[in-house]
């Protein structure tokens, strides 16, 4: 990360059902605390979807709700 100024890292881990954001930068080093920057919103299992409820699918809705432009979405299918 340290190597990659400018990158942000959001959290896609299931830690994020448990923790604020707060919480989660105090996993990180002091001089990389600032560059998280966000969690992915968790969705419920969906039986009959393969993306919805995935972790894939979180990241997806995160990315949609955020900066992503709409080319690179359409590269993930």
């Known amino acids: 990360m340290r190597d990659y100024e400018f990158l942000d890292v959001v959290i896609a881990s299931s830690w994020r059902e448990d923790m604020a954001l707060e919480e989660l930068r105090e996993h990180f080093s002091a001089d990389l605390r600032h560059r998280v920057i966000g969690v992915t919103p968790v969705h419920d299992v969906d039986p009959f979807s393969e993306i919805h409820g995935s972790r894939l699918g979180e990241?997806?809705?995160?990315?949609?709700?955020?900066?992503c432009p709409a080319w690179l979405l359409d590269s993930f299918g």
């Open 59 to 67: 990241v997806l809705a995160y990315l949609r709700a955020s900066w």
